[in-house]
């Protein structure tokens, strides 16, 4: 195992979904540093991360779906209240305890969409892909597949406030032309998929 460059976490604060750490760590020419990290993880298994053996787990799926009937991308439209507006993203969601990531990708997909998982693409897509580690050290699974039913809100939680959307190639790139909000992971994957660079059957 290789030697941590953190040296001590206290926790900051701690709820269900979401803790602060300051962590006290060594910069590159030895002197002491301190930094704050926003996790997923409770302070013990953040804490085995940094000095035991126990193996990171993936927090989350981003859900990079293609209606096969329509070939259309599916998104959501979702209200974040961290920028107090709603922002185009890619279906997505935290993976529950020891659930897998198929099993997460499905429930997730059909809750917040209504559509219903056909194929995983394995040629594209990494199981584990880091969102914005200077701030935090939550990863995801980013899953490349096709879908198939109809768009339904039967399925959504009482938080999600959200609705999804099918866009054609032709679509994406009039929604790219916009200034609507939009996740990075979003834009990326409506840019690729309107310049004809994504295809997945």
């Not at 209606?67 to 974040?80: F, N, S, Y």
């Not at 990863?139 to 109809?150: F, R």
């Amino acid at each position: 195992m290789k030697e941590s460059r953190v040296k001590k976490l206290s926790a900051l604060a701690e709820t269900k979904f979401l803790s602060l750490y300051n962590s006290e760590y060594l910069n590159k020419v030895g002197k002491n540093k301190s930094w704050i990290i926003a996790s997923r993880k409770d302070y013990n298994t953040l804490k085995e991360q940094f000095w035991g053996n126990r193996e990171e787990k993936v927090d989350a799926v981003v859900i990079v779906a293609i209606h096969k009937a329509t070939d259309k991308l599916v998104l959501v439209r979702q209200l974040r209240v961290p920028i107090n507006d709603y922002i185009y993203e890619l279906p997505a969601g935290l993976i529950d305890g020891n659930e897998g990531i198929v099993t997460a990708l499905k429930r997730e997909l059909k809750e917040e969409t209504g559509l219903d998982l056909l194929d995983i693409c394995d040629e594209v897509g990494r199981e584990k892909v880091y969102l914005s580690p200077g701030m935090t050290d939550e990863s995801v699974a980013l899953i490349y597949c096709t879908c198939e039913g109809t768009v339904s809100k039967e399925y959504l939680e009482e938080d999600e406030d959200l609705e999804c959307i099918m866009v054609s190639r032709e679509e994406a790139g009039k929604l790219l032309a916009t200034d609507n909000k939009m996740d990075i992971k979003a834009y990326l994957v409506l840019h690729d998929f309107a310049n004809n660079h994504l295809f997945l059957f």
